[in-house]
T-cell receptor, first 113, second 114 residues
Framework: AQSVTQPDIHITVSEGASLELRCNYS??????LFWYVQSPGQGLQLLLK??????LVQGIKGFEAEFKRSQSSFNLRKPSVHWSDAAEYFC???????????FGAGTTVTVRA | DGGITQSPKYLFRKEGQNVTLSCEQN?????MYWYRQDPGQGLRLIYY???????QKGDIAEGYSVSREKKESFPLTVTSAQKNPTAFYLC?????????????FGQGTRLTVV
């Protein structure tokens, strides 16, 4: 079965420090990969997506992600975190044979001053 | 202004009652989704629909039902058979033309069963 794993439930980072959120997927082929961000009590906003081509993908708000086929990973990074980046982050896998879209359990990011 | 509208934002129901959550989109998307969100469990797929008059069970469909009679609408009914219905419910839609397109989300409905 296809699945998405986000190993880190909660990460605390200082403002201005770098951030990396991990995502691993289990899928028979190269899936479509997405990162979303959610503010408390709100819907989800797309940060970036990957489906082919350059394995380093740039997104909004200064985020980037790197697809590594050998590690089945799609980790999200930001060089310098701002207090407004405090939120919950979800990695998602889009299946290539139908329109099913599966999400990981999420990582909550806390930013300290 | 295109988007996805979920209503109501907050919903309270007594235990044993069925309740229907509304989801409407004007993005002309064929695919629509319902997810349930619980703390620490991420988004779990309840049902999804790729086209009008067709839908598939997701990972946690038991106790829920859906219909897709119109392209714009994908209501979710939480039945009395759902053992723990209190949760945050998110609806999403996606362009069916390209499978690599992202899903767009509504603002969610928080259902509390008392």
């Amino acid at each position: 079965a296809q699945s998405v794993t986000q190993p880190d439930i909660h990460i605390t980072v200082s403002e201005g420090a770098s951030l990396e959120l991990r995502c691993n997927y289990s899928y028979g082929a190269t899936p479509y990969l997405f990162w979303y961000v959610q503010s408390p009590g709100q819907g989800l906003q797309l940060l970036l997506k990957y489906f082919s081509g350059d394995t380093l993908v740039q997104g909004i708000k200064g985020f980037e992600a790197e697809f590594k086929r050998s590690q089945s990973s799609f980790n999200l990074r930001k060089p310098s975190v701002h207090w407004s980046d405090a939120a919950e982050y979800f990695c998602a896998v889009g299946h290539i044979n139908d329109y099913k879209l599966s999400f990981g359990a999420g990582t909550t990011v806390t930013v300290r001053a | 202004d295109g988007g996805i509208t979920q209503s109501p934002k907050y919903l309270f129901r007594k235990e044993g009652q069925n309740v229907t959550l509304s989801c409407e989109q004007n993005l002309n998307h064929d695919a629509m989704y319902w997810y349930r969100q619980d703390p620490g469990q991420g988004l779990r797929l309840i049902y999804y629909s790729q086209i009008v008059n067709d839908f598939q069970k997701g990972d946690i469909a038991e106790g829920y039902s859906v219909s897709r009679e119109k392209k714009e609408s994908f209501p979710l009914t939480v039945t009395s058979a759902q053992k723990n219905p209190t949760a945050f419910y998110l609806c999403a839609s996606r362009d069916r033309g390209l499978m690599n397109t992202e899903a767009f989300f509504g603002q969610g409905t928080r259902l509390t069963v008392v």
